[in-house]
């Protein structure tokens, strides 16, 4: 069983940044692919980023064509944490933030694009961007 803990939401003017963190219990954590989700008030949630393991310490990441260039995926192994680091933030980007796990395997060959590829999920951080 995999624990997973967001934290390093909040209030944040349009423009600014965060970085959220999310802490993983779990001997295995450097095989993992990872995500981030966001679900904003009304709609349904969607892929933020993700990352898979393409081999020893190495990694793909994906984004969702919203945040490119904004928003940057990455992890440390020997923490156990995968953080999301968000720039330029804008209000459409206010939702709760969750971070998602799964374990390698045929589902984990590309980044997880549905919250059906993931099997762990976080209970969410929120993220208010003001205008």
């Known amino acids: 069983q995999v624990q997973l803990q967001e934290s390093g939401g909040g209030l944040v003017q349009a423009g600014g940044s965060l970085r959220l963190s999310c802490a993983a219990s779990?001997?295995?954590?450097?095989?993992?692919?990872m995500g981030w989700f966001r679900r904003a008030p009304g709609k349904e949630r969607e892929f933020v980023s993700g990352?898979?393991?393409?081999?020893?310490?190495?990694?793909?990441?994906d984004y969702a064509d919203s945040v490119k260039g904004r928003f940057t995926i990455s992890r440390d192994n020997a923490k156990n944490t995968v953080y999301l680091q968000m720039n330029s933030l804008e209000p459409e980007d206010t939702a709760v933030y969750y971070c998602?796990?799964?374990?390698?395997?045929?589902?984990?060959?590309?980044?997880?694009?549905?919250?059906?590829?993931?099997?762990?999920w976080g209970q969410g951080t929120q993220v208010t961007v003001s205008s």
């Open positions: 779990g001997r295995t954590f450097s095989s993992y692919a």
């Open positions: 998602a796990a799964v374990r390698p395997s045929s589902r984990t060959v590309a980044v997880g694009t549905s919250p059906r590829n993931y099997d762990y």
């Open positions: 990352m898979t393991s393409i081999g020893y310490n190495t990694y793909y990441a």
